[in-house]
């Protein structure tokens, strides 16, 4: 302001002229146009009634007036308004880079980026790391805050400590959305059930068989028996008796305040938002919500505490435990190298995220309550942020650590955006577009096998997540690849400690139904309700020594074996009659 001030209130400076020499004026102009100065050090002003000469003008102001004729006729004049036109010109360029263009906020640069919050979240984010250089974007910076989801403390929702006082989920932008405008349960944009060019073209896979009303009519029509249905109940009072005070679930029983290390097989995983996933899709797989049944308060208190850990980033709502981190077994003597420490201080992967994503998704799509869907909407937009460009997804999001996708991460990611859909929130179509590109990708036997990685050899846990993805993303029950996958599986029989495939298998046998599907279930059914613990404080829950088991220890495996014997209900069948008559 004071170079502004000044370029307007003096002639500008003569370039050729020293700038500690003051700019020639006129003679007659010299004192006139000099400032009187303003508060105590003002001059005092000449008496310019008197001519140089020491003659009288006739008054004052027309000698002001002459001199002031003599100095424009000198041809300063038109220097001074030059400098005055570029100095205006240039205070117009630079007012408007700071507004901007019409409709966009203003942009500071000041060493760095200031994000304010967007409006639909209506958080605070004011960390946004830069991503790194001559990686793929799919979407904008990073940007990270601790600040939990808006509206998770709303007393609708109780706190981890008191019963909510009722039994909707509240808070939240998502709670201003009109119920109507929601798409019901079980309707996908697509075509029919026969269609190769469309991933959402499946419309089975609904959550209406776990309805009260319809549960125990579906487990006895569909493979399940009194006993099963004894041992669901039994599973979920072990897994209510096991939950921390806070609303979650940890795999380390040692430390769950009600067990303190009654239970054997504790687990080490540190993910407790993983271990509150599981847990929360075993009481959903039942027909327990937030809103109906007598684990109400369990489920709210569960749903609470996964809305309360997501971390609201440009990204999406991120579920992995800001305070888990993956701990490597290092032999005594052994200097740990720098990939060593590189995985000590890994944090928690997108095996977390998808399995509580997963828990947000169906209950929201259960309730429809408006207060879940924003965390779910946030959980599925950082999935589809997520995917790598070979449309897969591993450990860690692709602007972390950009590689390949694996087969037993990317099922659980796709099996959200299905349950996303299904509920009527959107996902890109380029996902699923990608997720297809991913399986071809994966694929071994022209799509009747699926390997963990690329160029690796297949497993029978990761051809039964693979043909599920397929049967998922619109394979009709037909197609020869499909057909060939289930016979081969229909060949395995169950597995005594690997729950993983245990509970993948069922679910593909069931949709697909026939002779392979009444060759296993009785199998899976009577080996799971014979081995579940009867006595003490492990009472309902099982454990099965197995190496992927051994992280998650008896919460997990309790977790995956009550998911598998509710397979009768947990998801309408894909390729059920009814379906396939609705599109005739």
């Known amino acids: 302001s004071e170079f502004l001030e000044q370029s307007l209130s003096a002639p500008p400076l003569n370039p050729l002229t020293p700038a500690t020499e003051p700019p020639p004026l006129p003679a007659t102009l010299a004192h006139p146009a000099a400032p009187l100065g303003v508060g105590p050090h003002a001059a005092a002003p000449r008496d310019s009634s008197a001519s140089l000469g020491g003659t009288r003008t006739s008054s004052p102001r027309a000698a002001w007036f002459e001199k002031a004729a003599q100095w424009l006729a000198g041809g300063q004049a038109w220097a001074w308004f030059s400098s005055a036109l570029a100095h205006l010109a240039l205070l117009i360029v630079l007012s408007l880079a700071v507004l901007g263009a019409p409709g966009e906020e203003p942009l500071w640069v000041t060493g760095g980026f200031d994000a304010t919050t967007p409006e639909d979240f209506n958080v605070d984010l004011s960390e946004i790391p830069a991503d790194p250089v001559g990686e793929p974007s799919l979407g904008p910076l990073e940007t990270k805050t601790d ?29 201003d959305l009109p119920v109507e405008a929601l798409a019901p349960t079980g309707e996908v944009a697509g075509g029919g059930l026969e269609s190769f060019d469309n991933p959402l073209a499946s419309r089975g896979g609904g959550l209406e068989g776990r309805r009260p009303e319809n549960r125990r009519a579906a487990a006895l029509s569909g493979g399940g028996t009194e006993e099963s249905e004894a041992a669901v109940e039994l599973a979920l009072a072990w897994l209510a ?51 109906q049944g007598k684990y109400e308060h369990v489920v709210s208190k569960g749903l609470y505490y996964l809305r309360e850990h997501m971390t609201v980033t440009s990204h999406g709502g991120d579920l992995r435990d800001r305070s888990a981190a993956l701990e490597v077994a290092v032999p005594a003597g052994k200097l740990l190298s720098a990939i060593d420490l590189a995985a000590q201080a890994r944090r928690d992967s997108m095996y977390s995220h998808g399995i509580a994503a997963l828990a947000l998704t169906e209950a929201y799509a259960m309730t429809r309550d408006r207060g879940l869907r924003e965390p779910a909407e946030l ?15 591993r450990y860690d999001p692709r602007w972390e650590t950009p590689m390949r996708g694996d087969m037993t991460v990317s099922g659980w990611q796709i099996a959200v955006l299905k349950s ?24 071994s036997d022209g799509g009747a096998t699926y390997l963990y990685l690329p160029g690796e050899n297949g497993t029978p846990a990761t051809t039964a997540i693979g043909l599920l993805c397929r049967m998922a993303t619109g394979w009709p029950r037909e197609h020869p690849p499909l057909r060939r996958g289930v016979a081969k599986l229909g060949n395995e029989s169950p597995q005594r400690n690997n729950m993983y495939f245990n509970y993948y298998a069922s679910q593909v046998l069931r949709h697909i139904g026939g002779p392979n599907w009444e060759r296993w279930n009785p199998k899976m059914r009577e080996y799971l309700v014979k081995s579940q613990a009867r006595e003490g404080h492990e009472a309902g829950s099982w454990y099965f020594a197995e190496p992927h088991s051994t992280p998650g220890g008896r919460l997990y495996t309790t977790a995956m074996a009550t998911m598998t014997l509710e397979v009768y209900y947990r998801y309408m069948p894909l390729y059920q009659e009814s379906f396939v008559d609705r599109r005739q």
């Open 379 to 393: 959980a599925v937009k950082f999935i589809v942020n997520a995917q790598y460009q070979d449309g897969g997804w």
């Open 147 to 175: 600040a939990s989801l808006p509206g998770a403390r709303d007393a609708a929702l109780g706190s981890p400590s008191g019963v909510a006082p009722t039994p909707t989920l509240g808070g939240g932008v998502a709670a």
């Open 241 to 291: 008796e096991h939950q921390w005070p806070d609303g979650g679930w940890r795999f380390d029983l040692t430390a769950c305040p009600r067990c303190s290390g009654y239970c054997r097989d504790a687990g080490q995983h540190t993910s407790s938002t993983a271990a509150t996933g599981l847990a929360l899709l075993s009481f959903l797989g039942a027909g327990y919500t937030h809103d």
């Open 420 to 443: 996303a859909a299904l509920a009527g929130i959107d996902v890109p179509y380029d996902a699923w577009m990608r997720i297809n590109e991913f399986l071809d990708g994966i694929q």
